[in-house]
């Protein structure tokens, strides 16, 4: 019997839930960096009202055009599905990150400014 890969853990030290424990899954372990290029609804069809726009706004404005860690971005939430797209939840509407590999952190995207 083979024994199973271990999990390590660590410390978030970035954005609201600062201080917390997280699981690092094994592609997470060494940091690796995306820069978040979009923020869109995806497929979804979105009514046009004041919170979805101002949650759409906000989403904008904290990650469109940032590098982030991995890791950073799946402690605040967001669902890594590929080295392209994440899934990011906030106000009850999913919200799909459009990333694109880094080489580590930098500066925001001028166009996003």
């Known amino acids: 019997m083979t024994d199973p890969i271990t999990q390590e853990s ?14 690092v899954r094994p592609e997470a ?4 960096f995306y820069t978040v290029v979009r923020v869109h609804a995806g497929d979804a069809i979105l009514t046009d009202n004041w919170h979805t726009n101002e949650l ?6 904290n990650f469109q055009g940032y590098t982030f860690a991995m890791r950073t971005l799946e402690a605040w939430g967001a669902m890594i ?3 392209q797209r994440a899934y990011y939840t906030a106000g ?22």
């Not at 372990?29 to 690796?32: E, F, G, I, M, S």
Request: glycine share 8%.
């Open 29 to 32: 372990a060494h940091d690796r």
């Open 81 to 83: 599905e590929s080295d």
């Open 10 to 23: 660590y410390i978030v030290n970035e954005g609201k839930k600062r201080g917390s424990t997280r699981d």
């Open 56 to 61: 759409l706004d906000h989403t904008r404005k």
């Open 92 to 113: 009850g509407r999913v919200w799909v990150l459009d990333l694109e590999p880094a080489a580590g952190k930098m500066r925001r995207l001028p166009q996003t400014v």
